[in-house]
T-cell receptor, first 110, second 110 residues
Framework: ETGVTQSPTHLIKTRGQQVTLRCSSQSGHNTVSWYQQALGQGPQFIFQ???????GRGNFPPRFSGLQFPNYSSELNVNALELDDSALYLCASSLEGTQYFGPGTRLTVL | GEDVEQSLFLSVREGDSSVINCTYTDSSSTYLYWYKQEPGAGLQLLTYIFSNMDMKQDQRLTVLLNKKDKHLSLRIADTQTGDSAIYFCAESEGGNKLVFGAGTILRVKS
């Protein structure tokens, strides 16, 4: 157990809708990173937040956005959902580099 | 560009050693990681190695790093059926982003 939690566990949405995924960091960790893992692939970096500011972004369109709160928990928002957004979304928290992952949220877009 | 490559599948008998290989491209990577993913679950950190080390041993796990060839391997001694999972190699980039391979499926036959 890493102490990183994510909600919800599973989610089903339709194309065009918006979704918010949530992540609680391990105690004491001030950095949260989000990854998208499509079926049969490795995780792809979406972005990272450090002390409430975005600290790096991968090759994802602006409809993927995030927030980090003062308690270091975080949200990932995806607007205008597309079928290809169906994936496992993983968050990871860290303090000085090594990232510890949560169990993920499985998003299905119909 | 960044790219991490792994062999897709490895099958071993229970009690044998498993060796999972990985090549990476970013010579500036500070840390290299091995994560394990069981079906429907998040990523579990197994071990990591600092880029100025050649070898790291942690119980049944041995990591070897050949920085000249950008080659990383994970050896699991006395492989058990509970070791059946997908194993991901990842390199760190710039202290925030992890770049993952596509994963190696390890199947342990009893």
């Amino acid at each position: 157990e890493t102490g990183v939690t994510q909600s919800p566990t599973h989610l089903i949405k339709t194309r065009g809708q918006q979704v918010t995924l949530r992540c609680s960091s391990q105690s004491g960790h001030n950095t949260v990173s989000w990854y998208q893992q499509a079926l049969g692939q490795g995780p792809q970096f979406i972005f990272q937040y450090y002390r409430e500011e975005e600290n790096g972004r991968g090759n994802f369109p602006p409809r993927f956005s995030g927030l980090q709160f003062p308690n270091y928990s975080s949200e990932l928002n995806v607007n205008a959902l597309e079928l290809d957004d169906s994936a496992l979304y993983l968050c990871a928290s860290s303090l000085e580099g090594t990232q510890y992952f949560g169990p993920g949220t499985r998003l299905t877009v119909l | 560009g960044e790219d991490v490559e792994q062999s897709l599948f490895l099958s071993v008998r229970e009690g044998d050693s498993s060796v999972i290989n990985c090549t990476y491209t970013d010579s500036s990577s500070t840390y290299l990681y091995w994560y394990k993913q069981e079906p429907g679950a998040g990523l579990q950190l197994l071990t990591y190695i600092f880029s100025n080390m050649d070898m790291k041993q942690d119980q049944r796990l041995t990591v070897l790093l050949n920085k000249k060839d950008k080659h990383l391997s994970l050896r699991i001694a006395d492989t058990q059926t509970g070791d059946s999972a997908i194993y991901f190699c990842a390199e760190s980039e710039g202290g925030n982003k992890l770049v993952f391979g596509a994963g190696t499926i390890l199947r342990v036959k009893s």
